[in-house]
């Protein structure tokens, strides 16, 4: 089977970096996605890893390890408008159903001003 | 392009009612799918297709039919509704090569309440 855990809450505050966690127990998997929710709206996607390491878009960083099973979202400069649900996604080699694209639960992101 | 369109944003329904929620999408993509969200419980996956006429079972499929005529459309129907389907729908679409398989757009959500 698989499993993404993400802590279910962050706080921070403007202007601030933060870290989300994502650590996942699974066999083999294509890569790391990362999506953001605001309250109400649809997910979009921030970004991919597809191999380890970082990839930087923007504000946004997203990092790989696969030897750790472990990746992060990394955001700077904290605005505001950054509170949101921030979801992990793998898409895990197989076939079928088992292939398609598995979230976690979700981190809720919190900014203070 | 208007992307990913979802019908109708809100919806009450009776226990044992059955209903469509309409999805369609003017990019092209080949990947269609269905999601619903609970609150805690993040995006679990309905049924997913990889093209006109091919449809297959996610993870929650119970109580949901699918079907898949052309490119663009990808309803979903409820058979008899059930309040343990009080949920947000969301339709997701994608290309399947390489990196865009993992770029899912979204449509905006149907949020379906079953009494």
Known sequence: GQSLEQPSEVTAVEGAIVQINCTYQTSGFYGLSWYQQHDGGAPTFLSYNALDGLEETGRFSSFLSRSDSYGYLLLQELQMKDSASYFCAVRLHGSGSARQLTFGSGTQLTVLP | ?115
């Not at chain 2, 309409?22 to 609150?39: F, V």
């Not at chain 2, 993040?42 to 079907?67: C, F, K, M, W």
């Not at chain 2, 052309?70 to 509704?81: G, I, N, V």
């Open chain 2, 1 to 115: 392009n208007a992307g990913v369109t979802q019908t109708p944003k809100f919806q009450v329904l009776k226990t044992g009612q059955s209903m469509t929620l309409q999805c369609a999408q003017d990019m092209n993509h080949e990947y269609m799918s269905w999601y619903r969200q609970d609150p805690g419980m993040g995006l679990r996956l309905i049924h997913y297709s990889v093209g006109a006429g091919i449809t297959d079972q996610g993870e929650v499929p119970n109580g949901y039919n699918v079907s898949r005529s052309t490119t663009e459309d990808f309803p979903l129907r409820l058979l008899s509704a059930a309040p343990s389907q009080t949920s947000v729908y969301f339709c997701a679409s994608s290309l399947m090569t390489g990196r865009s398989y993992n770029e899912q757009f979204f449509g905006p959500g149907t949020r379906l309440t079953v009494l």
